[in-house]
């Protein structure tokens, strides 16, 4: 098939691209480079530098390529500003999202996988959580996933449109060449092992959580995993119902865990500062992964959190002029 990967310059969207070349799709990324990196789009890739916000960008890009599919990935993502700036959030992730689906139809591209958040669920009331736990965001982001998989539904239901949303937790981890950079980095393991590098204090943001040590625990996964569920999810989105899939790893780890994981992988005595809670943070998000593992047939091949900061380690370690500059 011939893919437009929105968002794949960006961190899990290039690895998405690059897993989709390999599995011998053709892949055509769209990216504003907000966040993305030119050089992170895989050479045998298209790439238009474009905003999918932009109706007249989008039907340009479709007219000219002819999609098979869309993999959805571009997005505001970080949860802390969609506390303080929501606006910016509906309108790129559930306006932008409504432009994109709209440009689709008029061209007749009736496949999309959408990258959305274990943040739809909120505060959990059971763990792990399964897709059919009640949804109650606790912050912008997690809605406008959550509303954009609902307005999937309604797409798939009155024109056709097949969809599947995967719900990543916290995607972590690098390939050989692929890795996490973000500016700001918001992110625990690239601040962890920046600290690492530079000796400046990771922040360990609450220790007053309701938790085994207080700080906040999540489930991390490796984002070559990640790239493996949407070449999955790919193959299946024409008849599959169930919509949304968890990806992670069932385990969840406190940030202070993290934090003695990345000191036992690097051999660095990793400084802290504590700090009073972040907004929008749930104390707990950890998945069960069952409906992936038998539906899309997924089976993560990096379950375990020390091989997932190893891999994020080394990447770091070859990228590292770009991390031991300015904070
Ligand atoms: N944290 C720190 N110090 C840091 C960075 C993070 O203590 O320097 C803590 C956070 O407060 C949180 C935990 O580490 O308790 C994990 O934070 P991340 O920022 O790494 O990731 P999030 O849990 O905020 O991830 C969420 C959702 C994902 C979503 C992602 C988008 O769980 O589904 O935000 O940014 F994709």
């Excluded at 007219?63 to 869309?70: H, K, P, Y």
């Excluded at 139809?105 to 943040?119: D, P, Q, W």
């Excluded at 309604?154 to 449109?161: S, V």
């Excluded at 530079?198 to 007053?208: A, E, K, L, R």
Aim: charged residues 20%.
């Amino acid at each position: 098939m011939h893919v437009l990967v929105t968002g794949g310059a960006g961190y899990v969207g290039s690895v998405v691209a690059d897993a989709l070349l390999k599995a011998g799709h053709a892949v055509t990324v769209l990216d504003n480079l907000q966040q993305g990196h030119r050089e992170a789009v895989p050479k045998e890739a298209q790439f238009i530098e474009s905003d999918y916000c932009s109706s007249k960008d989008l039907d340009s890009a479709f007219r000219q390529s002819g999609f098979d599919a869309v993999m959805h990935m571009a997005a505001e993502t970080i949860v802390e500003y969609s506390t303080t700036d929501p606006r910016r959030y509906f309108h790129t992730n559930v306006v932008g999202g409504i432009n994109l689906l709209d440009t689709m139809l008029r061209h007749k591209v009736n496949r999309i996988v959408f990258s959305s958040s274990a943040a739809v669920y909120g505060e959990p009331l059971t763990a792990p959580i399964e897709e059919d736990h009640p949804k109650n965001p606790i912050n912008s982001y997690g809605l406008t996933k959550l509303m954009f998989e609902q307005i999937l539904q309604w797409y798939g239901r009155a024109y056709g449109l097949k969809h599947i949303s995967l719900r990543y937790f916290n995607a972590a981890g690098a390939t050989e060449h692929l890795g996490e950079q973000h500016n700001p980095e918001t992110h625990l393991i690239p601040n962890v092992l920046r600290a690492a590098l530079t000796g400046t204090p990771v922040s360990v943001f609450g220790t007053d959580y309701p938790t085994r040590d207080g700080s906040c625990i999540r489930d991390y996964v490796h984002v070559i995993d990640i790239a493996r569920a949407h070449v999955l999810a790919l193959q299946r989105v024409d008849d599959l119902k169930a919509g949304g899939y968890n990806l992670g790893n069932g385990q969840g780890y406190s940030v202070l865990e993290v934090i003695q994981a990345a000191r036992d992988v690097t051999g660095i005595d990793i400084p802290v500062r504590l700090r009073p809670r972040r907004e929008g943070d749930p104390a707990v998000l950890v998945a069960s992964s069952s409906r992936a593992r038998s539906e899309l047939g997924w089976n993560p091949r990096y379950p375990k959190l020390e091989p997932i900061i190893e891999s994020a380690w080394q990447w770091m370690r070859t990228h590292r002029t770009t991390f031991t500059g300015p904070i």
